[in-house]
């Protein structure tokens, strides 16, 4: 099959992982061998395992191989640190993450890794191994975000993984969030379980499931606990238990509010963008307890009552983690927008108490020998603390970033531009005369906020564009670093535009002055945003998500995370003009809709109810008018928002009028992008959960193009005309490229003439005077990340069936 194990014709081509790092990414949760914390495992949403062996000067990337690289736990053996378990599957929630295919154990200290089950759980928020018998690990399995059923609830193994026993589960809707173990005794646990459900419209972040659970039996049989709790629906709920007198515990509870999550960035009052949920300002100081259910509780009796003691929790469906101090009990850490830290049990809190380190944080790690020592992990990377938090080192050496989008220009090198998840949009260089390769000052921001669509004029360098979260866009001088605000607004008298978080920003193939925008509405601009003309009425169904049920909730009633992170729905998410006809242009939905116009976007006709098996109200991830032929375009759907996971690509010849499957033999793989070759109408490349794919049949048939490439996530594949080259956003690996497409392109030629033996066409190659000794790396040391630069020497390849020794040129 299309997604087995690699070992086709392309496994000797070599992308290049050019970062950035200084910029990373989303960490999940962190694993210290707490008798020598140098050694530490990080967790990361999308890029995989990282371990260290000194303290994070370095790092070694692992987990990069298996089928699905979200990370949702990772916890080692406090007698063993080369026995590790990984849970997969994101589990913080959010509209654009990533699922797992279970639990996995490594005994070499991550060299390698081995699923043990749990394959339908799809994420996992907490593993926990018994200190006493290591053979006996519970799993914390949340369950899948977008659907019921599956392996979720508390499971246990007392041979190591080869076998699981199910011992606590509260419904279909309902899976586990948290466990901890008492210190002085392995048969006292303590669990969360958490009932959530999002979809392309909607959250709902909670519900009766959602509660606080004990067992005194080493996890055989569970008592909810209720003294002091919520008597309400509650959402996520994380937990700890102070080491040294285990009868004390802190709870952090999502309760019911009627407010909704933001998601992203927020703009501050001087109208750049703060990282997310911000909104400009930054809290100090929270006391006190009112009377709404969410916020920090204490128990001191074991579980049996529980008293609130402070209301801070900031958009727990997204953070979640506390740790006690396990030297002293009135000492909280916990995660939030801001790092939040107590030091009197909780009855005054600090909102700020990572001021200069990025926002957004989920792992926390004490350090049991010396509290002063604390590592966390955040939408931004990892930071250390020597000093209880009064100041923190950044590590800037984690290539995790999460990419949605690339493009590039036309300079020698070429530069690349993308956006970050809630890092911001980029600009760097694709090579650098400097022989260590590319560092994190080559890089430049461009706008604040979550990145996502950044764009460069081919004509003329000055000028590019970029965008943050819902549709907020500028274009930007690079010579004066001037910004201009060129987001389109509704007419006088108009509703408000419905954006999406992701929102769709084309140049015109015909024209670089010609833009286009969407919203529910596509949006057409003649002279590079300054004015904006309607292209047509509303694309998508305009329903009420209000009137939508989501897990037995009517949308109007929802009190928990409602909707979070999604600011308007139904909106228009893939927008593209076809390069062969202007006015061609097709726009999908994130409600099912499929839309093609012919004459600029005067007129437009829904053909999605034309293409045969795709599901009602399928997110449509892409539309791809052909490079060779104008009536030819392909659509990428991604349904795992509906809780499928199947494959669904379409070609259509005709304008949209009739549509075929494309996917052929590539099965179970969520496809986030496709793209034409730039030479050879018969290869595709597709983008998928578990990384890329090429066909060199048109889609008749399907091969993984691997190589040296991690299964992560592919966003966005841009191809550069000029170098012939292939440039990857991916989401949690950074950027990636493939220097020259003439291998693939070329192969698929020779093998429609089945020809045996063939020099591909050796690619133009630009020289660069290197300095003889580049001794930079003196001032920088080995905490240091450097892209990938090209080779020094031009590169030559060919084909030949046979297997032979040696080969010369001449």
Not at 191 to 206: L, W
Request: hydrophobic share 35%; net charge negative; with cysteine.
């Amino acid at each position: 099959p299309a997604n087995a194990s690699p070992g086709g014709p392309f496994d000797e081509l070599h992308f290049r992982p050019i970062g950035p790092a200084s910029m990373s990414g989303r960490i999940s949760d962190l694993a210290v061998y707490e008798s020598n914390p140098a050694i530490f495992y990080v967790g990361t949403a999308h890029g995989g395992v990282w371990k260290t062996t000194n303290a994070g000067t370095t790092f070694e990337a692992q987990f990069q191989e298996q089928g699905l690289i979200a990370i949702g736990d990772v916890t080692v053996s406090q007698s063993n640190p080369d026995l590790v378990w990984v849970g997969t599957g994101e589990s913080n929630n959010r509209q654009s993450t990533s699922w797992g295919d279970g639990v996995y154990k490594s005994t070499d200290g991550g060299k390698t890794y081995a699923n043990m089950g749990l394959k339908t759980s799809r994420f996992i928020n907490r593993i926990l191994i018994d200190p006493r018998n290591n053979d006996v690990v519970f799993v914390a399995a949340t369950g899948s975000l977008f659907g019921p059923g599956g392996e979720r609830g508390i499971y246990k193994t007392a041979d190591g993984g080869r076998t699981w026993k199910q011992t606590l589960k509260v419904d279909d809707d309902t899976g586990a969030n948290d466990l901890v173990m008492d210190a002085t005794n392995n048969q006292i646990l303590y669990a969360s379980t958490y009932q959530r459900r999002r979809t392309a419209c909607c959250m709902n972040g909670g519900g009766p499931g959602s509660g606080i659970w004990k067992s005194t039996d080493g996890g055989e049989k569970w008592i909810r606990l209720k003294g002091g709790l919520p008597d309400e629906p509650m959402g996520r709920i994380g937990l700890d238990v102070y080491r040294r007198r285990p009868n004390i515990l802190y709870a952090l509870i999502e309760g019911q509010s009627p407010q909704t999550g933001r998601g992203g960035a927020a703009a501050t009052p001087a109208g750049e963008e703060a990282p997310a949920g911000q909104g400009g300002g930054r809290s100090t100081i929270v006391t006190g307890v009112n009377n709404t259910p969410t916020g920090l509780y204490r128990s001191d009796d074991a579980g049996a009552t529980w008293r609130k003691v402070n209301n801070a929790n900031p958009r727990p469906m997204y953070f979640s983690q506390v740790r006690v101090d396990p030297n002293d009990p009135d000492v909280v850490i916990y995660g939030g927008v801001d790092l939040h830290m107590s030091t009197d049990g909780g009855k005054t809190v600090n909102t700020a108490a990572a001021p200069k380190i990025h926002s957004d944080h989920h792992a926390i790690w004490i350090d049991p020998s010396n509290s002063n020592h604390v590592i966390i992990g955040n939408d931004g990377g990892l930071a250390v603390t020597w000093d209880q938090a009064r100041t923190w080192n950044f590590l800037p050496n984690l290539p995790v970033g999460l990419f949605y989008h690339v493009s590039y220009d036309m300079a020698t090198p070429y530069n690349v531009c993308g956006g970050m998840q809630d890092n911001y949009s980029w600009c760097g260089p694709s090579a650098v005369r400097g022989a260590a390769g590319i560092a994190g000052f080559n890089w430049a921001t461009m706008q604040g906020g979550d990145g996502f669509v950044a764009l460069q004029d081919p004509t003329d360098y000055r000028i590019a564009f970029s965008e943050s979260q819902d549709g907020n866009m500028v274009r930007i001088d690079r010579v004066t670093g001037e910004t201009i605000s060129i987001r389109p607004q509704p007419n006088p008298g108009e509703p408000a535009l419905r954006w999406n978080w992701d929102t769709p920003l084309v140049m015109s193939p015909h024209d670089p002055k010609i833009l286009f925008a969407a919203a529910n509405k596509v949006f057409r601009s003649a002279n590079r945003g300054l004015n904006w003309e309607t292209a047509g009425a509303d694309l998508t169904s305009n329903a009420n998500r209000d009137d939508i049920v989501t897990m037995g909730v009517k949308g109007s009633d929802i009190r928990i995370a409602k909707n979070d992170g999604i600011q308007t729905w139904p909106t228009i998410i893939s927008l593209a003009e076809s390069a062969k006809r202007t006015g061609v242009i097709y726009a999908g939905t994130d409600d099912g809709n499929l839309q093609v116009s012919r004459d600029g976007g005067r007129s437009w006709a829904n053909v999605a109810d034309r293409i045969p098996g795709l599901p009602k109200g399928i997110w449509v991830s892409e539309v791809v008018p052909s490079r060779f032929d104008e009536g030819t375009a392909y659509a990428t759907f991604d349904g795992h928002r509906q809780n499928d996971f199947e494959t669904y690509i379409y070609v259509t010849h005709d304008f949209g009028q009739t549509w075929q499957p494309a996917s052929g033999n590539l099965k179970g793989e969520v496809i986030k992008t496709l793209t034409e070759d730039l030479k050879n109408q018969d290869v595709l490349y597709a983008g998928a959960e578990t990384g890329l794919f090429v066909s060199i049949d048109r889609a008749k048939s399907w091969t993984r193009l691997k190589a040296n490439l991690p299964t992560v996530r592919i966003d966005e594949i841009t191809l550069h005309p000029r170098d012939n080259a292939m440039i990857l956003a991916t989401h949690g690996r950074a950027l990636w490229i493939l220097d020259h497409l003439e291998p693939i392109q070329e192969y698929a030629s020779a093998q429609a003439v089945a020809t045996d033996a063939r020099l591909f066409t050796p690619p133009p190659y630009a020289m660069f005077r290197r300095p003889a000794r580049d001794r930079n790396y003196e001032f920088w040391g080995d905490q240091t990340f450097y892209g990938e630069n090209p080779p020094p020497a031009a590169v030559i390849s060919w084909l030949n069936k046979k297997q032979v020794g040696d080969v010369k040129l001449k």
